[in-house]
């Protein structure tokens, strides 16, 4: 999943480098501009878009349907394993 989001701001710094403001990496610092290339640019795009979007919402679907399927379904207990127990006492 890690991977799979660094390769989604490569191909997005690289598809969006066609505009007329540079890419600025939270105000620190701007990404240089890669060489433009028509062919480059339209192929980061599709990759960016359809490869790498869908690819990040399915997980997402993928991991709330595990979610669910665990607490309304199997009834494990995994989702009381992975929250803390919250303390119901506020006095300090």
Do not use: C, E
């Not at 989001?5 to 939270?26: E, N, W």
């Not at 240089?32 to 990759?47: D, E, G, Y």
């Amino acid at each position: 999943m890690v991977a799979k989001l660094r390769q989604q701001q490569g191909t997005g710094i690289k598809a969006g480098q066609d505009r007329v403001h540079p890419v600025s990496y939270f105000g620190l610092f701007v990404i240089p501009a890669l060489p433009k290339s028509a062919i480059i640019q339209h192929t980061a795009l599709l990759v960016h878009v359809f490869t790498g979007q869908w690819l990040v919402y399915g997980l997402i679907l993928l991991h709330l349907t595990a979610a669910i399927w665990h607490v309304a379904v199997k009834r494990d207990g995994v989702l009381d394993r992975m929250i803390p127990p919250q303390n119901r006492d506020l006095r300090v």
